[in-house]
């Protein structure tokens, strides 16, 4: 059975850059910048507040762990006021050690490892969207475990230390995204795949994206009458059916075009056009330069 979540993170690549130790105590608070790349964290101990741009405070206890696919803007401190330090993420250095906040020394009142990595391809802005802007998952020891592992691989020296913890980076994409599958979930995949019928649907794409499917075929699919299917996917996906496969079939198509050596006749095929001029006008329109030039551009 085709898994539309697995595809996604597949062609979303992540690799892992940095993981380190978080604490802070007394009075403190940071607010970071917008920073693009994914930011993640597990509370070890203790408690601390986080404010994320665009969605309401949260208090983070010991066992929570967060996800922010695009890392917005964010501000975390402690419970006593304070005057936000601020921090741009893109211009700092990577720290060699933990990282303190507000009281140098003494006990920590929170302690949390965090990290960020990448998704190594250029469709990241048109695929993160389909994830939820915010994760706040409690009480799942499997992901706290995860992020002890990427912390541990991060700092050794290991042989096969990148593969390691891209599987890692990988493995805590998946579980914190079906994790927090729900019904409550904002717009994007995870609440389509959330919803029975919907799903059915999205598995149907994934799984055979060059078949010319109809809004009709996959209402059929999903138990479901042309309007009811179609109103439905549309708020709950966030795109209307065929948006979504045309978004679903070129991120595809891009990445065949970088990475496999394959003519483009044989792409056209495999995303469900019947030639490759056919397929270079609807490419061009979508994406803004032919496949061609794409494929030429992705080799420099």
Not at 3 to 26: C, M, W, Y
């Amino acid at each position: 059975m085709s898994d539309p979540l697995t595809q996604v993170i597949e062609l979303l690549r992540p690799r892992a850059i940095f993981s380190k130790g978080i604490s802070g105590a007394g009075r403190w608070a940071v607010r970071y910048s917008a920073f693009g790349h994914p930011g993640f964290c597990a509370v070890l101990e203790g408690r601390c507040r986080l404010m994320v741009d665009g969605e309401e405070p949260a208090t983070l206890e010991q066992g929570d762990f967060v996800l922010l696919p695009a890392t917005p803007a964010f501000t975390m401190a402690g419970f006593e006021p304070a005057i936000p330090a601020l921090v741009d993420p893109v211009a700092m250095p990577v720290p060699s050690e933990e990282v303190r906040h507000g009281r140098a020394d003494g006990p920590p009142d929170v302690q949390l490892l965090g990290g960020y990595f990448a998704f190594d391809t250029p469709d990241a802005e048109q695929l993160v969207p389909l994830l939820p802007s915010m994760i706040h998952i409690r009480g799942i020891e499997r992901l706290t475990t995860l992020v002890r592992l990427v912390a541990e691989e991060a700092q050794a020296e290991n042989v096969g230390r990148e593969l390691v913890l891209t599987r890692l980076v990988e493995i805590l994409l998946v579980e914190a995204l079906r994790t927090s599958r729900d019904k409550d979930t904002p717009p994007g995949l995870l609440r389509g795949l959330s919803d029975q019928r919907v799903a059915k649907a999205l598995r149907d794409m994934h799984a055979d994206p060059r078949r010319a499917w109809t809004v009709v075929e996959l209402a059929d699919a999903a138990g479901m009458s042309r309007s009811s299917f179609f109103d439905r996917f549309t708020r709950v996906v966030g795109l209307r059916p065929m948006e979504y496969l045309m978004a679903w079939r070129m991120a595809l198509a891009k990445d065949m075009l970088r990475h496999e050596d394959m003519a483009l006749d044989e792409v056209a095929r495999r995303v469900g056009y019947g030639s490759a001029s056919t397929f270079s006008t609807a490419f061009s329109r979508h994406v803004g330069q032919p496949p061609g030039r794409y494929a030429r551009a992705a080799l420099n």
